[in-house]
T-cell receptor, first 111, second 115 residues
Framework: NAGVTQTPKFQVLKTGQSMTLQCAQD?????MSWYRQDPGMGLRLIHY???????DQGEVPNGYNVSRSTTEDFPLRLLSAAPSQTSVYFC??????????FGEGSRLTVL | GENVEQHPSTLSVQEGDSAVIKCTYS??????FPWYKQELGKRPQLIID?????GEKKDQRIAVTLNKTAKHFSLHITETQPEDSAVYFC??????????????FGTGTQLKVEL
């Protein structure tokens, strides 16, 4: 199993550009989520999904969209990038009540 | 929503000493408390977790204690080694609300084990 795979690992955007961070898992996990990690602020939940076709907002959802058309994939879309979205993004998945497995992270810089 | 506070933000110990990291949570309905370790440039990985029906759990050199009345839980690492140097995050969630594995994380503790 590859586990949780995120792409790209690094990305530089200009303010106003849009992009999609890809996340895929091959463990047949029901639950998937996106976190952002900023220095001194821990991991903050952006969006999450409890199954295909079901998504909901986390703590910091503004400026981000998600969709869950399949069990395996959970892309995160930045609609109009802002410097405040410079961060490291982690995708994670789990069984409904099990250990949360993280991807390797995607480092995004918005100029 | 849930709020998790974590202290200290940095912790330096001598090799072989013990390290203790403390967290408090605000939502009395939270019932699952995992701890994650994140080495520099790596992803967070689960090291131990505890559920609200248990007061203490041990796994070799690490242990977690939970005080539901006071709403705080702690990570204890004994006989620290250089490879324990990392950032540690506590987290909390309520697994009964239908929100899946929606964890709220603390802000992290940078542990440095000095030789």
């Amino acid at each position: 199993n590859a586990g949780v795979t995120q792409t790209p690992k690094f990305q530089v955007l200009k303010t106003g550009q849009s992009m999609t961070l890809q996340c895929a898992q091959d463990m047949n996990h029901e639950y998937m989520s996106w976190y952002r990690q900023d220095p001194g602020m821990g991991l903050r939940l952006i969006h999450y999904s409890v199954g295909a076709g079901i998504t909901d907002q986390g703590e910091v959802p503004n400026g981000y969209n998600v969709s869950r058309s399949t069990t395996e994939d959970f892309p995160l879309r930045l609609l109009s990038a802002a410097p405040s979205q410079t961060s490291v993004y982690f995708c994670a998945s789990s069984r409904f009540t099990g250990e949360l497995f993280f991807g390797e992270g995607s480092r995004l810089t918005v100029l | 929503g849930e709020n998790v506070e974590q202290h200290p933000s940095t912790l330096s110990v001598q090799e072989g000493d013990s390290a203790v990291i403390k967290c408090t949570y605000s939502d009395s309905a939270s019932n699952y408390f995992p701890w994650y370790k994140q080495e520099l440039g790596k992803r967070p990985q689960l090291i131990i977790d505890i559920r609200s029906n248990v007061g203490e759990k041990k796994d070799q050199r690490i242990a977690v204690t939970l005080n539901k009345t006071a709403k705080h839980f702690s990570l204890h690492i004994t006989e620290t080694q250089p490879e324990d140097s990392a950032v540690y995050f506590c987290a909390a969630s309520n697994k009964l609300t239908g929100g899946g594995n929606k964890l709220t994380f603390g802000t992290g503790t940078q542990l440095k084990v000095e030789l």
